[in-house]
C-alpha cells in the first residue's frame, strides 16, 4: 500500500444509464476507500458530447444512492479539487498542455484530420499498432512560424519521449518495465476538445493527489 491517504474515483461518460458492470466498479471503489479510511470521489467523464443523455447524471446519482453509496467529492456535492465535471475542467488541462510545450516537454502537432486518417489506415493494412508517427516534432522553428502564419492552428500538443525505459509499480503485477520506443505518442490537447483519457487520467490523478487509482 501506500503512506499517502486512498483516494479512488468512479468516472461514468453519460451516454447511458448506469448498469450492472458500472455498478460493481463503483462498489468496488467504495468499498475500498471505505476499508482504507480514504475518499471516494464520482468524477463525470462527459466528453462524448455525440452520444450525450441529458438525464443520464440524475439518473446515475439517483441510482447510485438506491444501492448505499455516497460519496465524499463530486458535481452534486463539490470538494477541493473539482470541477468534478471534465468538459468544465478543459482549461485546466490547456493551461498545462501550454505549460508542457513552453518547457520542451511536449510540442505541437499541426498534421490535418485527413492526413491523420490516412496515417491510421495505412498502420491498419500493414498490421502496424495505431499511433501518432511524430511528423511534427523534428520541425524547425522558422517551419512551425510558416505554419502558424498560414492561420494554420496546432491540432494537438504530443509528448517528448526520450530513449530508455519507464518503470512502473502494478498493485498486482509488481514492476513493470516498458521500452520508451514502444510507448504510443498520444495529444494532449486539441482546440475543439478535451485532452484524451490517458492525458485527462494522469492530470487529475496528480492534482486530486490520488496514490491509489481503481478503475472498471
Not at 17 to 42: D, M, T, V, W
Request: glycine content about 8%; proline content about 6%.
Amino acid at each position: 500500500m501506500t503512506d499517502r491517504a486512498v483516494r479512488v474515483r468512479f468516472a461514468p461518460s453519460p451516454t447511458g444509464y448506469l448498469h450492472i458492470g458500472g455498478a460493481r466498479s463503483a462498489l468496488f471503489n467504495y468499498l475500498f476507500a471505505r476499508h482504507h479510511g480514504g475518499q471516494f470521489i464520482l468524477r463525470i467523464e462527459d466528453t462524448d458530447q455525440k452520444r450525450f443523455v441529458a438525464d443520464s447524471v440524475q439518473d446515475l446519482m439517483t441510482n447510485l444512492r438506491w444501492l448505499g453509496l455516497d460519496w465524499d467529492e463530486g458535481p452534486d456535492v463539490g470538494g477541493p479539487y473539482g470541477p468534478y465535471t471534465q468538459t468544465e475542467r478543459a482549461a485546466l488541462y490547456q493551461q498545462w498542455a501550454n505549460w508542457l510545450v513552453d518547457n520542451g516537454h511536449a510540442y505541437h502537432c499541426y498534421c490535418s484530420a485527413e492526413r491523420l486518417e490516412a496515417m491510421r489506415a495505412e498502420q491498419t493494412a500493414n498490421k502496424q499498432p495505431p499511433g501518432y508517427d511524430r511528423h511534427c516534432r523534428h520541425l524547425s522553428a522558422a517551419e512551425r512560424s510558416a505554419i502558424e502564419a498560414a492561420a494554420r492552428l496546432p491540432s494537438c500538443a504530443s509528448p517528448r519521449r526520450g530513449t530508455g525505459d519507464t518503470a512502473v509499480h502494478d498493485a498486482v503485477r509488481g514492476e513493470m518495465i516498458f521500452s520508451n520506443s514502444t510507448l504510443m505518442t498520444w495529444c494532449y490537447s486539441s482546440p475543439m476538445a478535451c485532452p484524451p483519457i490517458t492525458w485527462r487520467w494522469w492530470w487529475t490523478t496528480t492534482s486530486w493527489k490520488s496514490a491509489i487509482s481503481c478503475a472498471g
